[in-house]
């Protein structure tokens, strides 16, 4: 049995409706909810009545993704992601570039169980499978919600390029496993898989299948170095820049000033927070 999570957006895409609209008259439902508890409350509910195991399909990008995710984690359910959003990194991350494609591997793939990140705040915890992130690279996402135009790393760069004028530093307390320090932080990322924003490589060595997370903390920078140094994320190489630092933990708490924090893409909430990984904890589909 197939469950779909589909925004609207989708829905009404000549792209990808057809794609949804073919899936549906095979059985695959669609569900209704676009809420965390509505959607798993949907979810058991399939469950409780199939005698066949329910795969749940994020059709979208990487915000659906997140969603889908938060609804089912800890749920007896097979995990598939068809790539209808603007970043799909986590699509991405699978070997999933074509819709189609990804459909199939929904329908005959192979499942491996992958890391889930989880991020604990005062009052909000929350699921990740990509990148969660505070400082500069979580203030541009701030802006870049704002914006109506461009989608996908369009959109990131132009909210990038804005927000360079206010730049700002955190000044934090990063404990990374059992050893912490303070330090002034540009950005910090903390990645269960390697990109973001559309194919950034912010973590490029980032294993979701290795129970650890990669952790990259950019230390205060100027603009014109900030500047000059991004365009080397697209290849990953801004790795060894003298400002970068890199590291992998199980566990990363920062506290501080009160900060966002952003994962997925999506807004989580105000730091401080402790992000640990979560081995093996998602059953998701892959292709044979």
Same mark, same amino acid.
């Not at 409706?17 to 549906?24: D, K, Q, R, S």
């Not at 992958?114 to 604990?120: K, M, R, T």
């Not at 135009?149 to 404990?175: I, S």
């Not at 990322?189 to 973590?203: D, E, H, R």
């Given at each position: 049995m197939f469950a779909l999570l589909v925004k609207p957006?989708?829905?009404?895409?000549?792209?990808?409706?057809?794609? &949804?609209? +073919?899936?549906?008259?095979?059985?695959?439902?669609?569900?209704?909810?676009?809420?965390?508890? $509505?959607?798993?409350?949907?979810?058991?509910?399939?469950?409780?009545?199939?005698?066949?195991?329910?795969?749940?399909?994020?059709?979208? @990008?990487?915000g659906t993704v997140h969603l889908l995710l938060n609804a089912v984690v800890g749920l007896d359910v097979r995990f598939a992601v068809v790539?209808? =959003?603007? =970043?799909?990194?986590?699509?991405?991350?699978?070997?999933?570039?074509?819709? #189609?494609?990804a459909i199939e591997v929904a329908k005959s793939g192979v499942t491996r169980n992958i890391d889930v990140g989880h991020i604990a705040l005062k009052d909000e915890s929350r699921?990740?499978?990509?990148?969660?992130?505070? @400082?500069?690279?979580?203030?541009?996402? +701030? #802006?870049?919600?704002?914006?109506?135009g461009p989608q996908g790393t369009v959109k990131y760069v132009v909210a990038l390029l804005g927000e360079l004028r206010a730049l700002k530093v955190l000044k934090v307390l990063v404990a990374i496993d059992d050893s912490a320090s303070h330090h002034k932080v540009t950005l910090m990322a903390i990645g269960n898989t390697s990109s973001y924003g559309g194919g950034m490589l912010v973590c490029p060595q980032a294993d979701a299948y290795d129970a650890k997370? $990669?952790?990259?903390? &950019?230390?205060?920078?100027?603009?014109?170095?900030?500047?000059? &140094?991004?365009? #080397?994320?697209? #290849? @990953?190489t801004h790795v060894t820049h003298p400002a970068v630092t890199?590291?992998?933990?199980?566990? &990363?708490?920062?506290?501080?000033?009160?900060?966002?924090?952003?994962?997925?893409? $999506?807004?989580? @909430?105000?730091?401080?927070?402790?992000?640990?990984?979560?081995p093996a904890k998602l059953a998701v589909l892959h292709e044979r």
């Amino acid at each position: 049995m197939f469950a779909l999570l589909v925004k609207p957006a989708v829905l009404r895409s000549r792209r990808f409706a057809p794609l &949804v609209n +073919e899936w549906t008259k095979q059985g695959a439902t669609i569900l209704q909810s676009h809420s965390i508890a $509505e959607i798993r409350s949907e979810v058991e509910e399939l469950m409780s009545g199939s005698s066949e195991p329910v795969t749940v399909v994020a059709c979208g @990008g990487d915000g659906t993704v997140h969603l889908l995710l938060n609804a089912v984690v800890g749920l007896d359910v097979r995990f598939a992601v068809v790539p209808m =959003g603007t =970043g799909n990194d986590f699509a991405r991350y699978l070997g999933l570039k074509k819709a #189609r494609d990804a459909i199939e591997v929904a329908k005959s793939g192979v499942t491996r169980n992958i890391d889930v990140g989880h991020i604990a705040l005062k009052d909000e915890s929350r699921h990740f499978l990509g990148i969660a992130s505070c @400082g500069f690279d979580a203030q541009v996402n +701030e #802006r870049a919600n704002t914006y109506r135009g461009p989608q996908g790393t369009v959109k990131y760069v132009v909210a990038l390029l804005g927000e360079l004028r206010a730049l700002k530093v955190l000044k934090v307390l990063v404990a990374i496993d059992d050893s912490a320090s303070h330090h002034k932080v540009t950005l910090m990322a903390i990645g269960n898989t390697s990109s973001y924003g559309g194919g950034m490589l912010v973590c490029p060595q980032a294993d979701a299948y290795d129970a650890k997370l $990669e952790v990259m903390r &950019v230390a205060e920078v100027n603009r014109r170095t900030l500047l000059r &140094v991004f365009p #080397r994320v697209f #290849r @990953g190489t801004h790795v060894t820049h003298p400002a970068v630092t890199m590291s992998r933990a199980s566990r &990363v708490e920062i506290s501080g000033e009160d900060f966002p924090i952003y994962a997925d893409g $999506e807004r989580i @909430g105000l730091g401080p927070a402790a992000v640990t990984v979560l081995p093996a904890k998602l059953a998701v589909l892959h292709e044979r």
